[in-house]
């Protein structure tokens, strides 16, 4: 029997400033993800995107610092509902984004049949802002907070409980830019986190045999948030808030295979392919070949 993949693009451009992030979606579905996962054997059900509301005019602060909040919360409702009828049906579920404020909706979905989630967030930046420390207000520097249960009430509890995952259960990876109060929480909730550094000092090999093991033992299934920007912009340039000395392209090809062997991850989302900074559709060819890798894709 065929392992099943659902595929959900969420056109989401509201959490940042950024426009164009929106087509990240048609962007990885014409790089050929459904072809390239099917091939590998996976029978794939692409359901289509989440319906987006679109604000009468963006960039929108409330008063509690978060940009276009409705609408922001509005989304991930439904896209965890979406995901939550997805692992009920025992597929994976594998996400296109869209800006990294859909993580708030994935990962309180696939929550609803993991009860003690572990997650991989693969990032240049930490996303542990909260209202009250963001500097600019845009949702997608805050879905790793709101998943820890910091933030705002209507961000927090979708889907119901809050916390969705314990801090003791995520892992970043990947981590070159993180704001003051994103390393106070680090610090405070002893959050592990293997920046640019330890990645250079260890080895992505090294990296990810710790994740593999620490999450293993305390975890019922593990999620993986990947961030197109957690890469170098030299192999990822179509991203809206690129950070110099990220990981490559071969390290984030291992780091996706070595996944796959230990067969730890249980959902994922690939998200901040944005076509109007990229070059020829290089990023969303990126976020293809690596979905291709973490699914089990090999050589020979």
């Not at 808030?241 to 062997?261: F, K, N, W």
Request: glycine content about 10%; overall charge negative; aromatic content about 4%.
């Amino acid at each position: 029997m065929k392992k099943k993949v659902a595929i959900i693009g969420v056109p989401m451009d509201l959490g940042q400033k950024r426009r164009g992030v929106d087509m990240g979606p048609s962007a990885m579905r014409y790089a050929g993800v459904v072809k390239r996962i099917e091939k590998i054997g996976y029978e794939v059900n692409d359901l289509g995107d989440i319906d987006i509301a679109r604000p009468t005019k963006y960039d929108v602060m409330n008063e509690h610092n978060l940009k276009d909040l409705h609408e922001v919360v509005k989304a991930n409702e439904q896209l965890a509902k979406t995901v939550a009828k997805i692992v009920d049906q025992d597929c994976f579920p594998l996400i296109l984004g869209g800006d990294h404020s859909i993580a708030i909706g994935t990962i309180a979905g696939v929550t609803k049949r993991y009860k003690n989630m572990g997650v991989i967030w693969y990032d240049a930046h930490g996303d542990l802002n909260t209202g009250e420390t963001s500097p600019s207000g845009n949702i997608h520097g805050m879905p790793l907070a709101v998943c820890l249960g910091f933030g705002h009430a209507s961000l927090t509890e979708i889907e119901g409980a809050s916390p969705k995952v314990k801090s003791e259960n995520v892992v970043i990876i990947g981590a070159r830019s993180l704001d003051g109060g994103e390393k106070e929480l680090i610090k405070k909730q002893g959050i592990k986190v293997y920046t640019m550094h330890e990645i250079d000092r260890l080895g992505m090999t090294k990296v990810i045999e710790e994740t593999i093991t620490y999450l293993q033992e305390r975890t019922d299934g593990v999620h993986l948030s990947l961030d197109l920007d957690g890469l170098d912009p030299h192999d990822a340039p179509g991203v809206g808030t690129p950070v110099i000395g990220g990981m490559s392209y071969r390290e984030s090809h291992l780091a996706m295979e070595m996944l796959a062997e230990a067969n730890l991850i249980t959902s994922a989302e690939f998200v901040e392919v944005n076509p109007i900074l990229d070059e020829r559709n290089k990023t969303a060819i990126l976020a293809v070949a690596l979905m291709g890798s973490l699914l089990g894709e090999k050589l020979l």
